[in-house]
């Protein structure tokens, strides 16, 4: 692997890639990404020049894939419309990033031959009865429940049929909840936390008892990588690290980690078509690419999440209005 493409890596996890990438090969980048608003420039600042290249573009322009497809060694697919509750509002830059850009960053790796990734979710899955001990497998249906999943499926599924039928080098991995430094503060950790710093209350969606199995982004970077570099090609893997908590565990869990009394949050409107639960099985990553989480206790990743928020507020103030001004119109 000597120059690989990642698409979408001034987002959240794709920038966390791109430094672990960085830090643990001799690999050069080149990120090529919209920089729509969930993007930030400055997740990629301190790399050294010599290995990072960032070209400002769209996965779905023919023109620019082409030109920079055939230069590189490997494409590695984050770039997304990543929000549910966005893609509820308005599903068609889901479709058009989503599926269309994935279609067209098959096409061009399948004319220059070069290796694929697609980077995917576990909603892809539908989700799981809360009352069940069932976690999702590579083996577990298709059933996506939102527009955001449904197109993430619509992606999976043109990967697959590129792998049969055109003999396209590629792999798909499907990871749980991410949470991390510079996750957009749209999404619910980053959300309550920077709600506490502000003064104000965490906001818990309906009765608060879904469950979504968090990972930290740098172990599911260093998953996607392991599959890069050791995965088979065509096959699929489940990315989680056991980290299954309700919404409303998490909020008190941030309240107690931020001195505030636990049950100093608002309920508020549910998602539509909310999905229950989300839990992964990722034996077979373990089993097969030797992988195993780094950060596998979830309160102490939260702790240094939290103080990471507490130490970059010039990075998402200048969003935060926007957001909950855009939260309150839906009463969420
Ligand atoms: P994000 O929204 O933070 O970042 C997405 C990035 O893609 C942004 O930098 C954006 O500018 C870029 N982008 C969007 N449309 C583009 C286009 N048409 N062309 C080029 N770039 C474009 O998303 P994220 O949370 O970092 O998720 C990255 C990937 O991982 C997505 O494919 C998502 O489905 C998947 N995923 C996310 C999670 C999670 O918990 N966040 C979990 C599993 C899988
Ligand atoms: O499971 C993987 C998926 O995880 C990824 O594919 C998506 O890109 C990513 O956004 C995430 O999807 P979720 O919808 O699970 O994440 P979100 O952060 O939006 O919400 C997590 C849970 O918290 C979910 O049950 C909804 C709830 N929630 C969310 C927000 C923003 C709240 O209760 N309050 C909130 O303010």
Redo the contacts with the bound molecule.
């Keep these: 692997m000597q120059k690989i493409l990642v698409?979408?890596?001034?987002?959240?996890?794709?920038?966390?890639f791109v430094r672990h990438v960085v830090s643990n090969t001799d690999a050069r980048v080149t990120v090529?990404?919209?920089?729509?608003?969930?993007?930030?420039r400055d997740a990629l600042v301190g790399l050294p020049e010599a290995r990072l290249q960032v070209v400002v573009?769209?996965?779905?322009?023919p023109a620019v894939v082409a030109r920079l497809v055939g230069a590189h060694d490997v494409v590695v697919?984050?770039?997304?419309?990543?929000?549910n509750d966005n893609a509820l509002e308005d599903p068609s830059?889901f479709v058009?990033?989503?599926v269309v850009?994935t279609y067209v960053l098959l096409e061009a790796v399948r004319r220059e031959g070069v290796r694929f990734h697609h980077?995917?979710?576990?909603?892809v899955y539908g989700d799981l009865r809360l009352d069940a001990v069932e976690r999702f497998t590579e083996q577990s249906p298709y059933r996506p429940s939102s527009p955001?999943a449904a197109s993430?499926a619509a992606a999976d599924h043109l990967v697959r049929a590129w792998v049969r039928s055109f003999g396209v080098e590629a792999t798909i991995s499907?990871?749980?909840?991410?949470?991390g430094p510079?996750?957009?503060v749209e999404?619910f950790i980053p959300r309550q936390i920077t709600n506490v710093i502000n003064g104000g209350r965490p906001k818990v969606y309906g009765s608060g008892e879904n469950v979504r199995d968090w990972i930290h982004?740098e172990d599911?970077n260093s998953a996607v990588l392991a599959v890069l570099e050791r995965g088979r090609i065509g096959e699929t893997y489940l990315?989680g690290a056991d980290g299954q908590q309700t919404n409303l565990d998490v909020v008190r869990m941030i309240l107690r980690l931020m001195g505030r009394p636990e049950d100093d949050y608002d309920l508020v409107a549910d998602r539509a078509g909310h999905d229950l639960r989300y839990a992964i099985d990722a034996r077979k990553l373990r089993a097969e690419l030797g992988w195993k989480p780094v950060h596998s206790n979830f309160e102490e990743g939260l702790a240094r999440t939290i103080a990471w928020y507490e130490r970059h507020v010039d990075w998402w103030r200048p969003h935060k209005d926007a957001v909950e001004a855009s939260y309150a119109a839906k009463r969420m």
């Design positions: 698409a979408g890596g001034a987002g959240f996890i794709g920038s966390n090529l990404d919209k920089m729509t608003y969930a993007s930030s573009g769209d996965i779905a322009d697919n984050f770039a997304a419309e990543s929000h830059p058009q990033t989503n850009g980077v995917s979710t576990d909603e955001y993430k499907n990871c749980s909840n991410n949470y510079w996750q957009h999404k982004t599911h990315v």
